[in-house]
């Protein structure tokens, strides 16, 4: 029997569900999703309203390093584009090397990383047939250059709501995917971790206190 691992998304306001019953945000979902699949993993979620990459870099060890995690989902990159509060906006490049940061100090931990690329974002709330801009292109971007570059696994959730039809009525505030949002995003995430979330060849002797 494979061992049990734990897996962590740490991310910001769409990773913890704002605004949605407990426990339907897609993390959630994606571990419901895995255990009907048969894979060992038990999901936590560190995620914050307004959480950015600066903030979890500077507040790394509670947020991932108190998990003592196996596996880390980085999913960030909202608010660093748009911050809360009137902060200023975090220049793409800034956002590159604290991506880059965060995978360095999960990897210190001797756990594996994955990066994802972050939902659709909006200036304004979408409307049928907007033409409200999505800014989150140059940051996704970003994310899919840290993946390709340092040789980690995408999970890349960006297109799923992007390309949706119905996208006012699955991200109707222009920043939070409604609970159907969510499932779309869960189905990709699964879909990703059943390829990714294995136990390294050294897991047992690494994780053996478990």
């Given at each position: 029997?494979?061992?049990?691992?734990?897996?962590?998304?740490?991310?910001?306001?769409?990773?913890?569900?704002?605004?949605?019953?407990?426990?339907?945000?897609?993390?959630?979902?994606?571990?419901?999703?895995?255990?009907?699949?048969?894979?060992?993993?038990?999901?936590?979620?560190?995620?914050?309203?307004?959480?950015?990459?600066?903030?979890?870099?500077?507040?790394?060890?509670?947020?991932?390093?108190?998990?003592?995690?196996?596996?880390?989902?980085?999913?960030?990159?909202?608010?660093?584009?748009?911050?809360?509060?009137?902060?200023?906006?975090?220049?793409?490049?800034?956002?590159?090397?604290?991506?880059?940061?965060?995978?360095?100090?999960?990897?210190?931990?001797?756990?594996?990383?994955?990066?994802?690329?972050?939902?659709?974002?909006?200036?304004?709330?979408?409307?049928?047939?907007?033409?409200?801009?999505?800014?989150?292109?140059p940051y996704v971007a970003a994310?899919?250059?840290?993946?390709?570059?340092?040789?980690?696994?995408?999970?890349?959730?960006?297109?799923?709501?992007?390309?949706?039809?119905?996208?006012?009525?699955?991200?109707?505030?222009?920043?939070?995917?409604?609970?159907?949002?969510?499932?779309?995003?869960?189905?990709?995430?699964?879909?990703?971790?059943?390829?990714?979330?294995?136990?390294?060849?050294?897991?047992?002797?690494?994780?053996?206190?478990?």
């Amino acid at each position: 029997m494979l061992p049990r691992m734990r897996l962590l998304f740490v991310g910001d306001s769409v990773t913890a569900g704002f605004r949605l019953v407990d426990g339907t945000a897609y993390p959630h979902l994606a571990a419901d999703r895995l255990a009907d699949r048969g894979l060992a993993v038990d999901v936590l979620v560190d995620a914050l309203d307004g959480a950015d990459t600066g903030y979890v870099l500077r507040r790394f060890d509670r947020m991932v390093t108190s998990h003592d995690p196996d596996f880390v989902v980085v999913a960030l990159g909202l608010n660093d584009a748009r911050p809360p509060q009137g902060r200023t906006p975090v220049p793409v490049e800034r956002f590159r090397s604290n991506l880059a940061a965060l995978v360095d100090r999960v990897l210190s931990l001797g756990a594996r990383c994955a990066v994802q690329t972050p939902t659709p974002r909006f200036d304004e709330p979408v409307a049928a047939a907007s033409t409200t801009r999505d800014c989150m292109s140059p940051y996704v971007a970003a994310v899919r250059e840290t993946a390709r570059a340092l040789r980690l696994p995408l999970i890349d959730v960006y297109p799923v709501l992007l390309s949706e039809p119905r996208l006012e009525t699955l991200v109707p505030d222009g920043v939070h995917p409604t609970a159907a949002g969510h499932e779309l995003l869960a189905d990709v995430v699964t879909q990703e971790l059943l390829a990714i979330v294995r136990p390294a060849p050294s897991a047992s002797n690494q994780r053996a206190r478990r």
